[in-house]
């Protein structure tokens, strides 16, 4: 991942992704925070490649750690929870914020590379994994930070041979890229967005996951979007 194109595109990145999905992330992530609500309310959790936090904020628990390498998006991030009568505490690449009753630290690393002394709840990955420079490798490491019987939930862009994902790959190879040049001049950024989609199946993501059951997965409206939410084996701690 280069981390340099998230810097320069943090400013606009939440106007950017409404415009060129035309609404329908939300959506996802809207479905996506519903079903985890189903199965767990509130606890501790990570969010990896957390951007501007949107994923985070959404779930709003009680305590959160936000795991994001591009030093821009977390400048934003911080703002969107940085309130009246919160603290900030900064220790180096880290930034605490308290709130009352709740606690977010914002991490600039990778999932690859984080470090963090304590085990989670849940675990979510919103439109993050085609971004990790090592999949197994980040994936290992979040699982080692994921409490026995605690959750991991995802929502990917994936590989589909339907007529209608093809379709949609054609508009995000040959559509976004102009809709992101005008509106961010990121053209050719762009471009690789079309390209880690296209690179990612759902089979790749899954083998990483053998010591986990499956709780729930399915299509999100479009076949390219896929949601699995999973629990780690063992009892709940």
Known sequence: MDIKIYDRLAKKYDLATKVVSFGIEELWRWMFVKNIKKIIKNGSLIDVASATGEMAKSLDFDEMYLIEPSSEMNKIAIKKFLKKNCTLEIDEKRYKITCANKKVVII????????????????????????????????????????????????????????????????????????????????????????????????????????????????????????????????DT
């Open 108 to 235: 600039q690393s990778t999932a690859e590379e984080f470090e963090l002394d304590k085990k989670v709840d849940l675990i979510t990955a919103f439109m993050a994994l085609r971004n990790f420079d090592d999949l197994k490798k980040g994936i290992e490491n979040l699982d080692s930070h994921l409490k026995e019987g605690g959750y991991f939930a995802v929502v990917e862009m994936v590989k589909s041979e339907s007529l209608f994902a093809k379709l949609i790959m054609w508009y995000m190879n040959k559509i976004v890229p102009y809709i992101a040049g005008v509106l961010v001049g990121m053209k050719e950024e762009y471009k690789l967005l079309g390209e880690s989609i296209d690179s990612l199946k759902e089979e790749d993501i899954l083998k990483n996951f053998k010591n986990y059951k499956i709780i729930k997965r399915q299509k999100l409206i479009f076949p390219i979007a896929t949601m699995i939410i999973m629990r780690k084996n063992g009892k």
